[in-house]
């Protein structure tokens, strides 16, 4: 991988504009940081070091939030638990947070003005709809599912490339839907269409003999109330990602993440992560993108602010416009009236205060302990797991920055088994739709922790981006581009290690 001083020489050079001067932001500018001393530094090299035998867990493996870890608790509400560090004034703002992301919000007019301003067009009526219990979405289990949290995006191609971002690959909204469908929409108003999925089935079959079957989904736009959709247009499925350790991934310092970016794979071992750099609504500088199924969003606060009003049409500090996606083709929903009452919440549907206590109870939400860690099969999984190289991708460990006035995620050794990067799944995943400097091959890597406790949490054991695997296996086979390797090497392994393997990615 590439040093991290060469790689950050690389960024000055892919990102001219921004280099000469102070408004060049890799420099976690969203966090209070206070510098590492050179000891700590020899020290956390040493804690990140590989495991030098796979007989024991390594020390501290069973809290894989550090000291913000939360005791895994036996139901659906595992994933909403608080910070175990956190100190005892913040737990109102923790619980007031809480209480804004359940908040289910309502069209204007209405006889309240306090949850006004929902659409006119939409997709969730509170955060908690898609995030039910703060876990994963999934698709429709049928024609009539109304428990879906997923979505389409849209996009056409052309558009402007980003100033000062090097190789962002530009695109733009569809004319007259944007850039997400809206099935649901308030009085008065047609929803934009309904999302379609098609399942084909497809059989693999493993060394040992056994047959899985994977399922491609195909996708596409039923009833279009706004008119065909643009003949170029670009589709891709979004489910609703669990919320669990968020504060935590932003606090990650952005050198050691890039520190395991190798763009060009100089080491050769095929694998060639890289950063998606994209531009930051908050602080108007490129930043790193950590959030998102593509690292699209590059703080915990902007990835809220995007949701409230691509998903909600309600209008925050960082999106101001009341009518969310709206598009000019859609001027009946552009001049609707809306939740904006001059002098109430700052003139906005989501003012300032609501967004903050969003965004620190999306911060806190506290991953589980480790379950059955030294388990003889979850250790020789563990050892499958390295020997495959999937912690090339899903690295385990990193500690978080020192930080002034976020002490639940300071100096935290965490345990995500991501790096955050961009990288080629191949093409049986590929959306074939670009999101900034990702291609329409590129996923992010997926933390996995919590993740073995999905069904718990979410009644469900849906993965990817799409939820188009059911089981973790189902998951692992539709890796392919820079995993394919690994993905071959579970295909051939003996049906013992490939349970251990299993029963591994069950104990995070």
Known sequence: MLPRLALAAALMVALPAMAQTPDFALDDRHLAVIPRTKPETGRIARVLAPPASFHAPEDFEAKPGGAATTRAIASADAFSQSSENMPFEREMDFKLGN??????????????????????????????????????????????????SMFLRLSIPGGDPVPGIEGWLATQPEPSYGGQLQDLAAPGHAAEGRMAITYTEQPVTLADGRVVSLRKPAYSVENPGYGPLHPETQLSPRVAPQ??????????PAADILDHADPDDADGDGISGRPNIVPSVEYGV??????????????????????????????????????????????????????????????????????????????????????????????????????????????PKFVTHRLKDQPEQSFQLIWPH???????????????????????????????????????VSGHSYFLHDGRARSLLEAILWHGGEAQAARDGVVALPGEDRDALIAYLESL
């Open 243 to 252: 919320m669990l350790g968020l504060g935590l991934l932003e606090a990650i």
């Open 418 to 456: 991501t790096d955050l990067l961009l990288h080629d799944m191949g093409e049986g995943l590929a959306d074939h739709r670009p999101e900034g400097r990702a291609t329409g091959r590129e996923w992010r890597t997926a933390p996995l922790w919590g993740i073995g406790m999905t069904e718990q």
């Open 99 to 148: 209480g804004l992301f359940r908040k289910t919000w309502v069209a204007s007019p209405a006889s309240t003005l306090a949850s006004d301003g929902l659409g006119p067009l939409y997709n969730a009526r509170a955060c908690q709809d898609c995030h039910v219990k703060d876990g994963r979405g999934h698709p429709p289990e049928g024609p009539e599912d109304g428990r879906v």
């Open 286 to 395: 490129p930043m790193l993108g950590r959030f998102g199924h593509k690292a699209g969003a590059p703080t915990v606060k902007e990835q809220s602010a995007g949701a409230f009003a691509g998903d909600m049409g309600l209008s925050t500090p960082l999106h101001p416009a009341p009518a969310g996606e709206c598009t000019t083709a859609q001027s009946v929903c552009r001049t609707a009236l809306h939740g904006q009452e001059p002098g109430i919440r700052d003139g906005l549907e989501v003012d300032g205060q609501s967004l903050d206590l969003v965004t620190f109870y999306s911060r806190n939400l506290a991953v589980p302990e480790r379950r059955n860690i030294a388990d003889p099969q979850v250790l020789r999984g563990k050892e499958i797991f390295h020997s495959l190289q999937c912690a090339a991708c899903h690295v």
